[in-house]
Nanobody, 119 residues
Framework: QVQLVESGGGSVQTGGSLRLSCAAS????????MGWFRQAPGQEREFVAS????????SYSDSVKGRFTISRDNAKNTVYLQMNSLKPEDTAVYYC????????????WGQGTQVTVSS
């Protein structure tokens, strides 16, 4: 059973930074695409960023482009989300997710980590 464990969430003020980490186990990490998603209270889960298995290609939602950076360390089985210039609207539970190269959906999800940005 694939396990994904997020960490690094917390409370910051507007303009602050946080780095989320997601440690993966029980999978061949370098073969999986990884993604970050978030869900704010009363809203649907939304895509934030993704990174391909080799780390060479990344994708971002328009709302975070230029402020967030996704990266991965395949030697450590870990994916990161560096979040800068945080805004109150970034407040949400952040989830990491994994999918195989041939899959069109993310099959495994972490438990989430809370990020709260105050004005």
């Amino acid at each position: 059973q694939v396990q994904l464990v997020e960490s690094g969430g917390g409370s910051v003020q507007t303009g602050g930074s946080l780095r989320l980490s997601c440690a993966a186990s029980r999978l061949t990490f370098s073969s999986y695409y990884m993604g970050w998603f978030r869900q704010a209270p009363g809203q649907e889960r939304e895509f934030v960023a993704s990174i391909r298995s080799s780390g060479g290609t990344t994708s971002y939602s328009d709302s975070v482009k230029g402020r967030f950076t996704i990266s991965r360390d395949n030697a450590k089985n870990t994916v990161y989300l560096q979040m800068n210039s945080l805004k109150p609207e970034d407040t949400a539970v952040y989830y990491c997710a994994a999918r195989t190269v041939i899959s069109s959906v993310y099959d495994w999800w972490g438990q989430g980590t809370q990020v709260t940005v105050s004005s």
